[in-house]
């Protein structure tokens, strides 16, 4: 039985007093729900006032990113642990803003995988490929790429703590959807090079999400798919209303 997981990524949005704001009143909102694990994650600045917004509830907090040291001279760098003593029990890592935009590399991501399970966050890595990349017919080379890159010398006990998210970066931000069957093929894809990789046990239950203009209108649609276990949502989890409902169309 694998425990649908629906993650926020508010990016680079909401400051201390709409990130409380948006917190609280998602908390008010959700009392009845408990048969899903809901993620909130803010920016770095405004992960104090969402742990206040989320209190008493079983909402979880995350953070967006990380770095692989304990400490040390890296100017405007966050650490494992300072996301631990901030309330965080999960972590969004090897996001496709953070490949592009900042340069993140495999070799990263499978650091910041290690450290974060070392601490005992709970890590989301993003896996996914560029629209180019799929009209070359690649989605499969790419995303099992960085599949075997994240996973690389990881142990069964480790991998089994992971959560995957498949995010095409061509539907990220652009109102662009992967059809539920494409979407779910890839995860099928995903699951079963996790096989040749792991065990059964970890084939059957990872949590795999789907990330990618997910909105209220096509989240039933995605999320009643077999290999589909809950979605990153970055545009429609800002908003109350749109988060909530995509929630509820989690709930089996
Ligand atoms: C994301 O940021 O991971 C994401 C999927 O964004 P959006 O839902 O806006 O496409």
């Not at 991998?159 to 970066?169: M, S």
């Not at 699951?191 to 989240?219: C, F, H, M, T």
């Not at 908003?239 to 995509?246: A, L, W």
Request: charged share 30%; glycine share 8%.
């Amino acid at each position: 039985m694998r425990i649908p997981v629906i993650a926020g990524n508010w990016k680079m949005y909401k400051t201390d007093k709409e990130a409380y704001e948006l917190a609280s009143s998602l908390k008010n909102r959700l009392k009845d729900v408990n048969s899903i694990k809901i993620v909130l994650c803010p920016p770095f600045t405004a992960l104090s006032s969402v742990k206040k917004g989320i209190e008493g509830s079983n909402i979880h907090l995350g953070a967006q990113n990380m770095h692989w040291e304990d400490e040390g001279a890296f100017t405007g760098e966050i650490s494992a642990k300072m996301l631990l003593s901030s309330g965080c029990s999960f972590v969004i890592l090897g996001h496709s803003e953070r490949r592009m935009y900042f340069s993140e590399t495999n070799e990263i991501i499978n650091k910041k995988l290690k450290k974060a399970l070392e601490v005992g966050l709970n890590p989301i890595v993003c896996v996914g490929e560029r629209l180019e990349e799929r009209e070359a017919g690649k989605t499969e080379e790419v995303v099992e790429n960085h599949l075997k890159g994240a996973f690389e010398e990881l142990s069964e006990k480790e991998a089994k703590k992971v959560v995957i998210a498949y995010e095409p970066v061509w539907a990220i931000g652009t109102g662009k959807t992967a059809s539920p069957k494409q979407a779910n093929d890839v995860h099928r894809f995903i699951r079963e090079k996790l096989k040749g990789l792991y065990s059964q046990e970890v084939y059957e239950s990872k949590i795999i999400l789907y990330g990618g203009s997910v909105k209220p209108e096509n989240a039933k649609d995605l999320l009643n798919q077999v290999d589909i276990d809950g979605a990153l949502v970055g545009g429609a989890s800002l908003k109350t209303d749109s988060f909530e409902k995509i929630i509820r169309s989690a709930i089996i």
